[in-house]
């Protein structure tokens, strides 16, 4: 059974910076994707990138490009989002997703089947 659990979420400062991390078990092979979404109060989800396992290759959102990362730790099953330059539109809960189509890099929701709990991000002074 898969099972994706986030933490790391907090309340920051704009400008500030904050990691979350998503602990991934479960998964019947070794490559898959994992995912990052948000979702704020009001708004529709959006993706904020994703990873494959495959090659670490990475992929983000236009409103956050050059401001996230996403890397991973293979030993600890673990994939990080580190955010820097943090705003206040980047209040959201956060969450991670996984699927096993290995090659496909997308943000969209549609193609992962799993999803973890998520984590609350507030960015206010």
């Known amino acids: 059974q898969v099972q994706l659990v986030e933490s790391g979420g907090d309340v920051v400062q704009p400008g500030g910076s904050l990691r979350l991390s998503c602990v991934a078990s479960g998964f019947s092979s070794d490559y898959y994707a994992i995912g990052w979404f948000r979702q704020a109060p009001g708004k529709e989800r959006e993706g904020v990138g994703c990873?494959?396992?495959?090659?670490?290759?990475?992929l983000y959102g236009d409103s956050v490009k050059g401001r996230f990362t996403i890397s991973r730790d293979n030993a600890k099953k673990t994939v990080y989002l580190q955010m820097n330059s943090l705003k206040p539109e980047d209040t959201a809960v956060y969450y991670c997703?996984?699927?096993?189509?290995?090659?496909?890099?997308?943000?969209?929701?549609?193609?992962?089947?799993?999803w973890g709990q998520g984590t609350q991000v507030t960015v206010s002074s």
């Open positions: 990873i494959r396992t495959s090659d670490n290759s990475t």
């Open positions: 997703a996984g699927h096993l189509q290995s090659l496909i890099m997308t943000m969209n929701a549609a193609w992962y089947n799993y």
